[in-house]
C-alpha cells in the first residue's frame, strides 16, 4: 500500500493539464483548457479540464475526476498503477509497503500532529482577539502594521501568552498527549519532564500546508531584547518540511493561476501586506534558501517568477547566488529592486496597490540582464573580475533549458558585456556538454513499485431521483460555501459547513455515495477542519470522486457582457445565501418527512387493530405538524 505522505507528494507534483495534455489536445478556453473528448468520437469539444479546480470533465461520456481518475478511466490503471505512473513522470519515489500495524500508527501519528496544530491555531488567534492582553499586545501590533481584521480572521494570525504555560496547560487539560505537543513543537520540555510554551509572549503566524491545514509556526517577539531572537520557528517534523512550503501559497494558488505570474518575497509580513493590498498571488520562502520543491510547487501553477527584493544590497548579492534553480526548472525570472530602507510590506502600505503594481511595472528587469548588470557593475574595471562574471552568467544562461530562449540571452548579454557573441555561444556549449556527461555518468535510479491495491468500491445502487437530486444539492453548497462565514440573522464567527452538517443530524442520507460524502465531511468537521474540494477530488473511492466533480464541474461560462447585451439578469445564489442553504436544508428535510407520512399512511391502511391505528394515527399527527411547521419556515425564508 502506498503512504498517503507519499500520496500528497505526489497530488502535490501533478499538473492536470501537463498530464492530461500528453493524451488529448488541449486549447486554452478562459480559464479552463477543452479537447475532443478521448472516451468517445466528437466532432465538437465537450472535454473540459480546469487547472484551478485540478479536475477534468467530459459532458460527452459523463467521466470526470483528478488527473489519478483520468488515468485509470482512459489507461485502464488501478489506483496504485495511476499514481506509479505519476510518480515516475515527476519523479517521486514511491517505495514498497505492505499494511501493517506500524503504517497505520505512522498514518495516525500524522494526524494527530494535524489536530494539536489546529487545536493550537485555534488557541492563539483566540487570545489574541478575545484576551485583554492578546488585545493589548498582539492586536495592537497587527493594526499598527495595518492588518485589518478580515486579514487577520483570514491568515488565523495569532499571540501566544507571555505565560510559561498557557497554551501547554490548556491543550493537555483538554486531552492532548504530550509527545505530539513536543514533536510538533509547541510545547518543550524541561528536564524534570515537565512541558512549558515554545511562543509565549508572540505574536504568531500558522503556517498552511498546500491544501490549508495548519501544520507549522512563526513566532515573532515584539520584546527589543536583543537576546531574544526575533523569530522562533517549528521544528521539522512528520507534517511539516520547510523546504517543501511556501508560506501563504493555500490563499495565493488561485490568484497565481489566474495571474499567471507568482511575486515572491521573503517573509510573512511582506506576503500579508501585499495580499490585504488585492494583490494575492504572493508567496514567501519564509526566510530560507529557495528550494527545488518550493519552485516546483510554483511552476505547477505558472511559469513566471517575479521576485520582489528588499532595498538591502547585500541580500541582494547573497539570494542572487541561488537563483540559478529557478532558471534550471524552466521558469521565467524577473527582478523587483524598491528604494533603500523598504520592503514589499512597507512601499504596498506607503504607496498603495496602485503604486506598488506601477514600480513593478516600471522596475521590472529579466534575472539574467539583472545578474550581468549587477556583477558587472561590482567588477568596475578590473579584467579579471570582469572575465570571472562572463563565466558565472553563462553558467547561469546554461541552465535554461529552452535553448532558444538561452540564445536571445546570449545575444543581449553579449552587447552588455561588449563580447563577441561566438565567444559566448561557444563556452555555453562546452558547459552543456559537460554537464551531458556528467548526467550521462549517473546510475539510473530505480523506482520501487507498491505490492498492494487500494480496493474498488462498488457501484452504488440507483436510488430515486428526487430524493438524489435533494441529497445532491446539500453536496454541491458544501463544496462551494462550507468554508464561508455565516452573514445572517446576526450569527457571527460560524462557517456554513459546520452549520450545515448540525442542522442535518438528524436526517438519514440514502443515495450511498451522498452518505458517504456527509460522513466523511462531518468527520473532517469533527476533527476542527473545513474540507474543500480538493480533499474529495483526490479521494481513493471513485463514486465520490464522481459525485464531487460532476457537481463543481460547468460546461458553460456567462459572457462577461451578456447582461449589457441583453438586460437578462441572472440570479446568483450567493445574494441571498440564507436562502440558499436554509431552502436546501429544509425542502430536504420536507421530502424526508413527506415519505415518512407516505410510509404512515401505508401502514395505517394495513392496521389490524384499532390500538394499532391510535398509535399510528397519533404518529402521522405529529408527522403533520412537523410538515406544516417545516412549510411555514420555507415560507418565511425564502424569497420567491
Known sequence: M???????????????????????????????????????NERTPSFTVSPVKGIFKDFSSGKGGSAVTFLMELEKFTYPEALKWLAKKYSIEVEETVETAENKEEENRRESLMIVSGFAAKFFHES???????????????????????????FELGYSPDQWEAFTGQALKEGYLEEFLTESGLSVKRDNGSLYDRYRGRVMFPIHSFTGRVIAFGGRTLKSDKNVPKYVNSPESEIYHKSNILYGLHFARKAIREEDNCYLVEGYADVISVHQAGIENVVASSG???????????????????????????????????????????LNVKVVLFP????????????????????????????????TSLLLKEAGNDPIKKSEVIRDIVESIAKI?????????????????????????????????????????????????????????????????????????????????????IDWDGIANTYIGPFMVAELNDVDFEHPA????????????????????????????????????????????LSENWYEMHKILVSDEQA????????AIFHLKKHKVGKMLQTLRDELQNAVT???????????????????????????????
Open 2 to 40: 502506498i503512504l498517503k505522505s507519499t500520496i500528497d507528494r505526489i497530488m502535490e507534483a501533478t499538473d492536470i493539464v501537463e498530464v492530461i495534455g500528453e493524451f488529448v489536445q488541449l486549447k486554452k478556453r478562459g480559464a479552463n483548457y477543452v479537447g475532443l473528448s478521448p472516451f468517445v
Open 128 to 154: 489574541l482577539l478575545n484576551t485583554d492582553e492578546g488585545k493589548a499586545i498582539g492586536l495592537s501590533y497587527f493594526k499598527e502594521r495595518g492588518f485589518s481584521t478580515e486579514t487577520i480572521k483570514k
Open 288 to 330: 530560507t534558501s529557495l528550494t527545488v520543491e518550493q519552485i516546483r510547487l510554483i511552476g505547477r501553477l505558472t511559469k513566471n517568477i517575479t521576485i520582489l527584493y528588499d532595498g538591502d544590497a547585500a541580500g541582494i548579492k547573497a539570494a542572487v547566488r541561488g537563483l540559478d534553480l529557478i532558471l534550471e526548472e524552466g
Open 340 to 371: 533603500d530602507g523598504h520592503d514589499p510590506d512597507s512601499y504596498v502600505r506607503l504607496v498603495g496597490t496602485a503604486g506598488f503594481k506601477k514600480h513593478i511595472d516600471d522596475n521590472k528587469k529579466d534575472f539574467i540582464l539583472f545578474k
Open 401 to 485: 533549458p529552452d535553448s532558444i530562449k538561452a540564445s536571445v540571452f546570449i545575444k543581449e548579454c553579449s552587447h552588455i558585456l561588449q563580447i563577441d557573441e561566438r565567444a559566448l555561444l561557444s563556452e555555453l556549449n562546452k558547459m552543456r556538454q559537460a554537464k551531458a556527461k556528467k548526467d550521462s555518468q549517473q546510475p539510473n535510479g530505480r523506482m520501487i513499485t507498491p505490492v498492494e491495491d487500494y480496493p474498488l468500491v462498488e457501484e452504488p445502487v440507483e436510488e430515486a431521483k428526487e430524493t438524489f437530486s435533494q441529497e445532491k444539492e446539500i453536496v454541491r453548497l458544501l463544496l462551494l460555501y462550507g468554508n464561508k462565514m
Open 514 to 557: 451522498a452518505k458517504e460524502f456527509i460522513r466523511l465531511y462531518s468527520k473532517e468537521v469533527e476533527n476542527g477542519v473545513l474540507p474543500e474540494d480538493q480533499h474529495f477530488i483526490h479521494y481513493p473511492d471513485k463514486d465520490i470522486v464522481d459525485l464531487v466533480v460532476t457537481l463543481i464541474a460547468t460546461k458553460y461560462t
Open 576 to 583: 441571498n445565501m440564507k436562502a440558499t442553504i436554509l431552502g
Open 610 to 640: 384499532d390500538e394499532d391505528q391510535d398509535i399510528l394515527l397519533t404518529q402521522y399527527m405529529r408527522m403533520k405538524k412537523v410538515e406544516k411547521t417545516i412549510s411555514d419556515y420555507l415560507g418565511s425564508v425564502i424569497i420567491k
